[in-house]
């Protein structure tokens, strides 16, 4: 009786030391299905129980900060861009997670600056994407690897209804890497730590980037005018155009056109201080500061990111890996290959609330920085600045 008394006894503490964590995902199909797994796993190993939770992505955000401070929320968030970092942290309902992270050499080094913030890590970067040069094999057959040869290729496509290379030059995210190869920014970065007062924006190297953006439609007749995104793609599925600026949500569209394609980094473009160095964007595991289980929800969330997950999170969903080791695994894949290259090259996008000001200003100047030849980039850009400062509080 005293033995099955104890046996009983030792049942009831592990039942009560096991945790319940809630994770909220606007995972669909593949995704949601690679989750339910890794959760099933977890449970098997742990002990512990996951609950999954539906939330449609444009909705989490709101939902989250609304719901987290009366315990209504979740444990994890699986996942959420990296520019909403500023806003959640702003609201005090993301933990940093240094403590339970030992180790990040695994992890992709600019995935994780954008999940710092203010010198904290808020979140477990899982995915990133990035800008390339997608170009067609047929009409390229070896990538170039410098301006000069990357400009003799280009031109010797371009004529006759065929293109040698098209992007959105009115684009200010999908041409920031020009900008940063040139010395412009958009907030100083000091030690993980966004300076939000120092805009670098309008500085020589964003006045030579704007004028080298310029040269591509009017010195080097590569982008006509009125050439937007929609148009360049169209061309490249159709293979009238060689080279072409787009990121990972294109490859479908490109494959399904039966395109053998290559993807590469844009060179460094003339006369630049700095290698070419896109924006990157980053999604990651988040925790709830209101969370009662944060061990538990911490260990689930450094599964998620470990390698052999994100092997079998990319056979799922195509999304390209931050985990180096599952990106040495899946080197043969082109698309992992090609954009791991640019993601470790770029640099985060801001995820700083500020960021929200720059956006317009800084779009309407790239604009109008292409409308027609030899334009006074400085002062465009300075008036943009000008108008991004006066929102900054």
Same mark, same amino acid.
């Given at each position: 009786?005293?033995?099955?008394?104890?046996?009983?006894?030792?049942?009831?503490?592990?039942?009560?030391?096991?945790?319940?964590?809630?994770?909220?995902?606007?995972?669909?199909?593949?995704?949601?299905?690679?989750?339910?797994?890794?959760?099933?796993?977890?449970?098997?190993?742990?002990?512990?129980?996951?609950?999954?939770?539906?939330?449609?992505?444009?909705?989490?955000?709101?939902?989250?900060?609304?719901?987290?401070?009366?315990?209504?929320?979740?444990?994890?968030?699986?996942t959420q861009p990296h520019d909403r970092i500023g806003q959640f942290a702003a609201a005090?309902?993301?933990?940093?997670?240094?403590?339970?992270?030992?180790s990040r050499s695994d992890l992709d080094k600019t995935a994780v600056s954008a999940m +710092?913030?203010?010198?904290?890590?808020?979140?477990?970067?899982?995915?990133?994407?990035?800008?390339?040069?997608?170009?067609?094999?047929?009409?390229?057959?070896?990538?170039?690897?410098?301006?000069?040869?990357?400009?003799?290729?280009?031109?010797?496509? +371009?004529?006759?209804?065929?293109?040698?290379?098209?992007?959105?030059?009115?684009?200010?995210?999908?041409?920031?890497?020009?900008?940063?190869?040139?010395?412009?920014?958009?907030?100083?970065?000091?030690?993980?730590?966004?300076?939000?007062?120092?805009?670098?924006?309008?500085?020589?190297?964003?006045?030579?980037?704007?004028?080298?953006?310029?040269?591509?439609?009017?010195?080097?007749?590569?982008?006509?005018?009125?050439?937007?995104?929609?148009?360049?793609?169209?061309?490249?599925?159709?293979?009238?155009?060689?080279?072409?600026?787009?990121?990972?949500?294109?490859?479908?569209?490109?494959?399904?056109?039966?395109?053998?394609?290559?993807?590469?980094?844009?060179?460094?473009?003339?006369?630049?201080?700095?290698?070419?160095?896109?924006?990157?964007?980053?999604?990651?595991?988040?925790?709830?500061?209101?969370?009662?289980?944060?061990?538990?929800?911490?260990?689930?969330?450094?599964?998620?990111?470990?390698?052999?997950?994100?092997?079998?999170?990319?056979?799922?969903?195509?999304?390209i890996p931050v985990s180096l080791s599952a990106r040495t695994r899946l080197k043969s894949?082109?698309?992992?290959?090609?954009?791991?290259?640019?993601?470790?090259?770029?640099?985060?996008?801001?995820?700083?609330?500020?960021?929200?000001?720059?956006?317009?200003?800084?779009?309407?100047?790239?604009?109008?920085?292409?409308?027609?030849?030899?334009?006074?980039?400085?002062?465009?850009?300075?008036?943009?600045?000008?108008?991004?400062?006066?929102?900054?509080?």
């Amino acid at each position: 009786m005293k033995r099955t008394l104890t046996v009983l006894s030792l049942a009831l503490l592990g039942n009560a030391s096991a945790a319940t964590i809630t994770v909220w995902t606007h995972f669909g199909t593949g995704e949601l299905t690679w989750l339910k797994d890794q959760a099933s796993a977890f449970e098997k190993k742990t002990g512990n129980k996951v609950q999954l939770v539906s939330v449609p992505f444009e909705q989490i955000p709101d939902k989250f900060i609304q719901s987290a401070p009366k315990g209504q929320g979740p444990d994890l968030l699986v996942t959420q861009p990296h520019d909403r970092i500023g806003q959640f942290a702003a609201a005090g309902v993301i933990e940093p997670m240094d403590k339970y992270v030992t180790s990040r050499s695994d992890l992709d080094k600019t995935a994780v600056s954008a999940m +710092t913030y203010k010198g904290k890590l808020f979140g477990l970067p899982m995915f990133a994407e990035s800008v390339a040069v997608v170009y067609n094999k047929k009409l390229v057959p070896n990538a170039p690897t410098t301006w000069a040869e990357f400009l003799k290729v280009a031109q010797a496509n +371009t004529g006759g209804g065929k293109f040698g290379y098209l992007e959105d030059l009115t684009e200010a995210y999908r041409n920031y890497g020009v900008i940063s190869a040139y010395g412009g920014y958009v907030f100083k970065n000091n030690g993980g730590t966004l300076n939000v007062k120092d805009v670098g924006l309008a500085n020589a190297g964003a006045d030579k980037a704007s004028a080298f953006l310029n040269d591509l439609r009017y010195k080097y007749n590569l982008v006509p005018e009125g050439v937007g995104t929609d148009a360049a793609k169209s061309a490249f599925v159709d293979g009238r155009l060689a080279m072409f600026l787009t990121g990972p949500w294109d490859i479908g569209d490109i494959k399904k056109a039966g395109i053998s394609y290559g993807i590469m980094p844009f060179p460094t473009p003339p006369g630049a201080s700095g290698k070419w160095s896109p924006f990157v964007g980053v999604q990651g595991v988040m925790l709830s500061a209101y969370s009662k289980q944060k061990a538990a929800a911490a260990q689930f969330a450094k599964q998620l990111v470990s390698g052999d997950a994100q092997v079998s999170f990319n056979k799922a969903g195509g999304r390209i890996p931050v985990s180096l080791s599952a990106r040495t695994r899946l080197k043969s894949d082109p698309v992992v290959a090609g954009f791991g290259k640019t993601i470790s090259m770029g640099t985060p996008m801001p995820n700083v609330p500020e960021m929200s000001a720059v956006w317009g200003p800084w779009t309407a100047a790239i604009t109008q920085s292409v409308q027609k030849p030899g334009q006074n980039y400085s002062q465009i850009l300075d008036k943009a600045v000008a108008e991004i400062n006066s929102k900054i509080k």
